[in-house]
C-alpha cells in the first residue's frame, strides 16, 4: 500500500507548527520564564532557538524526508545493519512517555474549559483556584475522565491519518490558535499593569546571564518547544513529497514558535502584575494564577474560555504528532493497521497517564526522581535525559556518520556559508555543547 504524504507542503507546516506549539509554549513557557527571570531567560531561549533548535530541526527533517519511514525505520534504512535505529527506538519511547504525562495536563485543560463554559469558574470557588485544583486532581476518577476524552479526540484524529486526519485537523486549528492568541494579547495589553508586566519579559537583569540554571532551563525549553528529539519531526518530515523542500519551512517554523511564546507571554505576564499574581508560582500558574486573575476581572469569565480553548487547541496538536510517533512504528511493524495501532497506542499512553494521574491523588507518595511525583519525574526523565540525548545522536548521525556531501545534500540548504555554518554546529557546537551543560548541571546538583 502506498504510504501517506501531505497533500501540500503548507499543510506539512502548519502540522509542524501545530507539534510545536503546544502546552510548552503557554503553560511550561510560562513559568519557566517566570522562575528564570524573565526578560534574561527569554533573550538566551531565543538564543538558543536560532543557534541550535532551528539547526537541529532541520536535522531531524533531513532524517525523516531521506529515510521515508518512521522514527526507527529510517535510521534502519540510512543506516542499515548498525546501531543506530536505537536513536529511533529512544524517540518512540521519548515521545510515548512525554504524551503520557502532557495527555494528563490536557485533560485537565479540558475540564477547565468545560468549567468556564458553564460558567462554574467564573467567580472564585470556595478555598480559591488553588483549594479546588488540589482537591480536584486528588480525586481518582474525575480527571481520568477527562483524560480520557482527550486522549480519544487524539486517537479518532490519528486513526484518519496524515492527510485526512492530521493535516485537516491542524488547517482549521493553527490560524484558529493564532488568532485567539492575538485578541487575548491585545485583551492583557489594555490592563493597568500592563507595563510591568512588558519590562518583566523585555527588560533584561544582566546580572542573572552569569547563572548556569538559566542556560540548561533555556536549552531545555527550546528543545521541548520545537519537539526535536523525540522523532515526532522526523516522522512529519517523512511524510513530504521529494519536491517540498526543508530549510525555508524550517525556518518559518522555528522562529512561529517562538512568536507564540512570545505573544504567550504578552497574554500571560500583563495580566499577572495587573492583579497582583506571583510570577514564580510554577506550573500551577496557568491552572491557579491565571484563573484567580480571570475572576478579578471584567469580563474574566470569556477571558477564561479564550484562554483555556487556546490551551486545549494547542495542546491537541502537539499530542497528534506525539501519537504519530509510535503509531507510524507499530504501523509498520506489527503489520497492524493504522485504526488498530492508534487504539493500542492510544490505550498504551493512556495507562502510564492513568499513574501520573493518580500520583497527584492515591499515589502522591510514590516519587522517582528525587523528591518529585510521577509527572514531574517523567517531566525530568524526558527532559534533561531523552531530548538532549535524542538531539545530540540525531546531531551526530549527520555530522559524522553521513558524509559532508550527503549532511548538506539532504539538508536542501543552497547558500554556501549557510551550509557550512550549519555543518559546522551540528558537526562540533552541538555535540560539545549539549555534553558541557550536561556536565555543569551535574556538577551544579
Ligand atoms: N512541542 C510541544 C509543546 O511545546 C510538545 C510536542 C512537547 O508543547
Given at each position: 500500500m502506498k504510504r501517506d504524504e501531505w497533500k501540500s507542503r503548507l499543510g506539512f507546516m502548519l502540522a509542524a507548527?501545530?507539534?510545536a506549539v503546544g502546552l510548552g509554549n503557554i503553560w511550561r513557557f510560562s513559568y519557566v520564564a517566570g522562575e528564570n527571570g524573565g526578560a534574561t531567560f527569554l533573550l538566551i531561549y531565543i538564543f538558543f532557538i536560532l543557534a541550535f533548535g532551528i539547526p537541529l530541526l532541520l536535522t531531524e527533517f533531513s532524517i525523516g524526508k531521506a529515510g521515508k519511514k518512521d522514527a526507527v525505520g529510517s535510521f534502519m534504512r540510512l543506516a542499515p545493519g548498525t546501531k543506530w535505529h536505537w536513536t529511533g527506538v529512544m524517540g518512540v519511547i521519548g515521545g510515548t512517555l512525554i504524551l503520557s504525562f502532557y495527555s494528563v495536563v490536557c485533560g485537565w485543560s479540558l475540564y477547565y474549559l468545560f468549567h468556564y463554559l458553564i460558567g462554574d469558574f467564573w467567580t472564585e470557588p470556595t478555598g480559591g483556584f488553588g483549594q479546588?485544583?488540589?482537591?480536584?486532581?486528588?480525586?481518582?476518577?474525575?480527571?481520568?475522565?477527562?483524560q480520557f476524552l482527550f486522549?480519544?479526540?487524539?486517537v479518532l484524529?490519528?486513526?484518519?491519518?496524515?492527510?485526512?486526519?492530521?493535516e485537516r485537523a491542524n488547517l482549521i486549528a493553527m490560524p484558529a490558535l493564532a488568532i485567539l492568541m492575538v485578541v487575548l494579547a491585545v485583551y492583557s495589553l489594555t490592563l493597568d499593569g500592563a507595563s510591568e508586566g512588558l519590562a518583566f519579559l523585555f527588560t533584561p537583569d544582566w546580572s542573572q546571564f552569569g547563572n548556569p540554571q538559566v542556560y540548561l532551563a533555556a536549552m531545555g525549553q527550546a528543545f521541548f518547544s520545537l519537539s526535536i528529539g523525540i522523532g515526532g519531526m522526523l516522522t512529519y518530515a517523512s511524510y513530504l513529497k521529494s519536491n517540498d523542500r526543508l530549510p525555508t519551512a524550517t525556518v518559518g517554523i522555528g522562529i512561529m514558535?517562538?512568536?507564540f511564546a512570545v505573544i504567550a507571554g504578552i497574554v500571560i505576564f500583563p495580566a499577572v502584575f495587573s492583579f497582583g499574581g506571583d510570577v514564580t508560582d510554577g506550573p500551577p500558574l496557568v491552572f491557579i494564577t491565571l484563573p484567580s486573575i480571570f475572576a478579578s476581572m471584567p469580563a474574566g469569565g470569556l477571558v477564561g474560555i479564550g484562554f483555556f480553548a487556546l490551551l486545549v487547541m494547542a495542546a491537541y496538536s502537539s499530542a497528534l504528532s506525539m501519537l504519530e510517533v509510535p503509531v507510524a512504528y507499530v504501523h509498520r511493524t506489527l503489520g497492524l493497521s493504522r485504526k488498530a495501532a492508534a487504539i493500542v497506542c492510544g490505550t498504551v499512553i493512556f495507562a502510564?497517564?492513568?499513574?501520573v494521574s493518580l500520583g497527584y491523588g492515591i499515589w502522591s507518595h510514590v516519587t522517582i526522581v528525587e523528591n518529585k511525583n510521577i509527572l514531574d519525574s517523567i517531566d525530568y526523565i524526558t527532559g534533561n535525559y531523552i531530548l538532549p540525548l535524542g538531539t545530540m545522536l540525531m546531531a551526530i548521525f549527520v555530522g559524522w556518520y553521513w558524509t559532508k556531501d550527503q549532511a548538506i545534500k539532504r539538508s536542501e540548504i543552497n547558500t554556501p556559508i549557510l551550509q557550512s555554518s550549519w555543518y559546522f554546529i551540528i558537526r562540533y557546537i552541538v555535540p560539545v555543547a549539549i555534553l558541557v551543560i550536561a556536565i555543569t548541571s551535574i556538577v551544579d546538583k
Open positions: 507548527m501545530g507539534s479546588s485544583f488540589e482537591n480536584w486532581t486528588s480525586t481518582t476518577w474525575e480527571p481520568l475522565f477527562w486522549m480519544i479526540a487524539v484524529v490519528v486513526i484518519r491519518g496524515i492527510k485526512r486526519g492530521i514558535d517562538t512568536v502510564i497517564g492513568v499513574t
